[in-house]
């Protein structure tokens, strides 16, 4: 019995031991194998690393103020008869915007407007009076200023009369209104506010280092997340001459055109400046760059010339400076006339071998104008 058992336990571990050989044989045979295959090349998009002359600038975050803008108010108390405009329009200047009661006004002027024509044939007939000496000269000065206070009285009515039909100061676009038909105001009380929207002033601020390259006449060119696409070009128009003790910054005011009235006051958008001096950069595609936290790479596609030829990919650290539209600036680590790879970096490896296919690639540009299907 117990020489079965044995017998049983050997047999036992001959069939491993048998299977086990076969195994290790098939693992062998399958990483030979695999040192053996070859995986096709990568078919990759490439660009050329370019020396560019950019346009220095300096960038801030502006906010957005009408060059006339105004909360229309009543002058006057009075009664509201007549609005004459709706929310959101267009007026121009001089425009009827509200009307209130002036029927004490107008009733009173027909009494004031006969007491100076009294005043004038009085007047008209002491001047020859005076001249005879028939009246003295406090007699002939007494009609002279009741005549002036009567036209001062007419005069009076008619402003009140004219200040109770509130227009519109100058052109522009009407906020909501504010006030009621029937609503008795009182001085000082808003109407609706009026904003000139185009054109429409750009106030930033920037450090005080930058006072010496700023100037009247340069360059700005505002965009917006609010606006996407949108960049509008304008010009500085107005340097500030104090410098903020605070912050050290300097104020700045640029004047830009906005026809399509998309930018409005009180908005923040960003705003580029440009200056005159240009400087020189290694530029590459944005999409060419690796970005990762142990540091920035592109793929640098180079002749294989330990293999059977064709290319092959030298992964290249780099620094990166500014970024302008589809480019960005390469400070160092990226020779001028360098080929990298321009799309799909995030699937490339070190030394994989590549075949360069430009057909599809993408046009990249400096400054892109993305267009809305």
Known sequence: MKKRILFA????????????AVKAMQIRAMIEQGKKT??????????LARAESWETSLTAVASLTSVQGVTVAAELPGKVV?????????VKQGDLLIRQD????????????????LTQSVLARNVPMLAEKIISQAEYDTAVAGNR??????????????????????????GIRQVNLGQILREGDPVVTLQSLDPIFVNFALPQQELSRLRTGLPVRVTSDAVPGLAIDGRITTVSPLVDSETRNVQVQAT?????????????????????????????????????????????????????GGKVLRQQFVRLGERRGDFVAVTDGLPEGETVVSTG?????????????????????????????
């Open 9 to 20: 336990v050997l047999g036992l571990v001959l069939v491993i031991a048998a299977l086990a």
């Open 345 to 373: 970096v995030f699937k490339l490896r070190n030394g994989q071998p590549v075949v360069v296919d430009n057909r599809l690639a993408p046009e990249f540009r400096l400054a892109p104008a993305p267009k809305n299907d």
């Open 82 to 90: 007549e609005i004459a405009f709706e929310p959101g329009t267009k």
């Open 102 to 117: 002036t029927s004490v006004e107008e009733a009173q002027l027909p009494g004031a407007e006969a007491q100076v024509t």
């Open 38 to 47: 070859v995986l096709p090349p990568e078919t990759v998009t490439t660009a």
């Open 256 to 308: 830009v055109a906005n026809p399509g009235e998309k930018l409005h006051p009180g908005m923040f958008v960003n705003v580029s400046v440009g200056l005159p001096a240009r400087k020189k950069v290694v530029s590459t595609p944005a999409t060419s760059v690796l970005y990762a936290p142990y540091g920035d790479s592109v793929f640098v596609v180079v002749d294989d010339k330990e293999g059977k």
């Open 149 to 174: 206070q009567a036209t001062a009285q007419v005069d009076t009515l008619r402003a009140t009369i004219a200040k109770k039909s509130i227009r519109a100061p100058f052109g522009g676009r009407l």
